[in-house]
């Protein structure tokens, strides 16, 4: 076959697996597995025959045009250049062992014939954003994958929690699509066409009319998309849903889309300097943030939502900067270390019984118990926080070594400012990164009190995909010399400067939260704390659905606890209160928008039925009243109707009478 011909293969094999495990679930449940998990591995096969043939060398294309439109036509288009033949790699790998982990982890779910094949429709979603050549046909999988993610993230729908998030997810995301979708007509309308690589030579040509405009309306959709400020509030949320869901969004597919498809077309971006900084600024406020409101989150799969958030403002940065090759080189290895976090703390929430950091901070030996989560988990959280030589430190740093670049003036693709801009929040965001990672480690894995009851060993399905992702973690950053190919020739390796001072700082940052936790630790003995749902033997999907459920009874709210032993309290002070709730922006959100929206819906509801209705049932009764004085005539009486008849042809001529004679007289 030939390289597109497989390529095309791709995102088709996944989508019929969905399609086939649908017609199938309920008929034949015995197929529904192998249809979740051959199709995506053997998708994922494909992809690496792809990639290995491109090679990193030119990229390869190929149309047919898809429909006449009259003017911009629509071409059924691949682009297959270094990166996306990289990140499709990644993401096959991602949800082949999301579907593997899935099957152990929803064993006993009614509705793992649906949640497979929406995973597996969320697959090929992703990939077909991946290998697009064509704006319109790369809409397509964009908003795919939002259904998807609404119909995922709301699959243990029968909690408030998972129907609210899916709701938020999906609104939040869609008011970023609205104003991209209109910036993907403008840039149409500007370059004459959809298809990638005409748009890129157009405005090579100088034939964008207007590059800010167009940048910043598609920024929007980035921002909803990728979870970057001011849109990011859906993401910590929608960790309701099961936590292989949240691996495959957070490491693969959803959140990842919209920094690839800033990487695809950079030089759009590129062409002004205004959305560039807009773009550093909107990354900056993101890393820093998401960084101070990771560090007070009780709930472990929301620390790792906010650490999600951040890591994208990284890649923002990157591209900020004018340097795609780092923005995908770190998508790739943050991809890797991130399912790892995800679905080894699926592990820990079943083996735990609860998604609380204060909760198993109580607890003795819950690292003894779960060795494979364990060493995975910590391997992911070193990458996590940069510390060499795992795949983050040399994804981070090419970030950073790309800010100092522009902040000094070596490269000219973007403005100074915004070099400064993302290269000062770059390390402030190294160091808290290392704070609430460590934090993380410590609590979850350090804690001291009584074990609770064993679940046994872990499914194997469950353990197996945590080491095949570690290996990528530990070693992906290794090959940063050899792979400049695959990522336009750049460099990207690490300098000396940045390599010290991230990695100095980084240091600083986890000493810190343990020399915290050490002053803290000894409250926690004296503080009982609840919120711990075990079942042993229960399924793992069971045991996180109900310590959601535990941990809002207990403490109020998803997302914090009030536990005096917590270092993030210690080290953020009176600003932990404003972190644990995203500093307030669903309040203001909810103060600006949601309300004026509500008041608005109720102005139309009184207008609608107390005026409209008014005079619609007005109407009504008139004829209503007409219909029944006429009734009264209606005897069935035949004589009574000659009579009338007759009274009234009398009346008529002698009305005739009267009127001839008055016209006579005059």
Not at 98 to 107: D, F, I, N
Not at 370 to 394: K, Q, R
């Amino acid at each position: 076959m030939t390289t597109t011909t497989l390529a095309a293969l791709v995102p088709l094999l996944p989508f019929l697996g969905a399609v086939a495990g649908l017609a199938l679930g309920r008929t034949a449940p015995g197929f529904v597995r192998p249809l979740a998990i051959l199709p995506t591995l053997t998708a994922t096969v494909l992809a690496v025959v792809v990639a290995v043939r491109q090679g990193g060398g030119r990229a390869i294309d190929a149309a047919t045009q898809l429909t006449p439109t009259g003017s911009v036509p629509i071409d059924l288009a691949l682009h297959l250049d270094g990166y996306a033949v990289l990140v499709a790699v990644l993401v096959g790998l991602v949800a082949t062992c999301v579907q593997l982990y899935s099957t152990a982890y929803l064993r006993n779910d009614a509705r793992y014939p649906s949640y497979a094949a929406l995973v597996s429709l969320f697959t090929s979603a992703m990939l077909l954003v991946v290998y697009s050549g064509d704006l319109m046909v790369l809409l397509v999988g964009w908003e795919v994958m939002g259904i998807c993610s609404y119909f995922l993230v709301g699959h243990y729908w029968e909690t408030p929690e998972a129907r609210a998030a899916s709701l938020k997810a999906f609104l939040v995301t869609k008011l970023g699509d609205v104003p991209f979708l209109i910036g993907l007509f403008a840039l149409a309308a500007d370059t004459g066409s959809f298809r990638i690589t005409k748009i890129l030579a157009a405005v090579t040509n100088g034939g964008l009319d207007h590059p800010t405009l167009i940048a910043l309306l598609l920024l929007a959709g980035v921002a909803g998309k990728s979870a970057q400020f001011p849109l990011h509030t859906w993401l910590p949320d929608a960790m309701a849903g099961p936590t292989p869901v949240s691996a495959l969004i957070h490491a693969a597919t959803m959140v990842a889309a919209g920094i690839y498809f800033v990487a695809r077309l950079l030089p759009v971006f590129a062409a002004s300097g205004a959305a560039l900084t807009v773009l550093a600024v909107m990354a900056a406020v993101t890393m820093v943030g998401s960084g101070l409101a990771a560090l007070a989150q009780d709930d472990i799969k929301r620390v790792l939502a906010y650490s999600t958030i951040g890591q994208l403002g990284y890649m923002s940065g990157a591209l900020a900067v004018g340097d795609r090759g780092a923005a995908v080189f770190h998508l790739i290895s943050h991809g890797a270390f991130k399912a790892v976090l995800f679905l080894a703390a699926g592990v820990v929430i079943h083996a735990a019984g609860t998604n609380s950091l204060a909760a198993m901070s109580r607890m003795g030996g819950l690292a003894r118990r779960i060795p494979d989560a364990y060493w995975t988990m910590t391997v992911a959280l070193l990458a996590l926080a940069a510390i060499p030589p795992f795949a983050g430190f040399f994804s981070k740093e090419a970030v950073l070594v790309a800010a100092e670049h522009t902040a000094v003036g070596d490269r000219a693709v973007a403005p100074a400012a915004a070099g400064w801009t993302v290269l000062i929040a770059g390390l402030t965001a190294a160091v808290l990164t290392a704070a609430y990672a460590t934090r993380l480690w410590l609590l979850a894995f350090r804690g001291r009190g009584a074990e609770l009851p064993d679940h046994g060993r872990q499914p194997v399905a469950m353990t197996a995909v945590l080491w095949i992702l570690a290996v990528p973690t530990i070693a992906f950053g290794l090959t940063s010399g050899v792979i400049g190919d695959w990522f336009d020739g750049h460099a990207l390796t690490p300098s000396l400067t940045t390599a010290v001072l991230a990695t100095g700082v980084t240091l600083v940052g986890g000493l810190v939260t343990y020399g915290a936790w050490r002053h803290t630790t000894a409250l926690a003995a004296r503080t009982p704390i609840g919120a711990v749902a075990a079942h042993p033997g229960a399924e793992p999907a069971l045991v996180e659905a109900e310590a959601m459920t535990s941990h809002t009874a207990a403490y109020g709210t998803i997302a914090a606890a009030a536990d005096p032993a917590d270092p993030g309290r210690l080290l953020l002070g009176p600003l932990h209160r404003h972190a644990v709730t995203g500093f307030h922006l669903d309040a203001l959100y909810t103060a600006l928008f949601v309300r004026p929206v509500q008041q608005a819906a109720r102005l139309v509801r009184f207008l609608d039925r107390t005026v409209v209705d008014t005079y619609v049932n007005g109407s009504g009764a008139v004829t209503r009243l007409l219909g029944t004085a006429v009734r009264r005539a209606q005897t069935g009486n035949v004589q009574t109707y000659l009579g009338a008849l007759l009274a009234g042809s009398l009346v008529l001529a002698i009305a005739a009478v009267v009127f001839a004679n008055v016209n006579a007289g005059s």
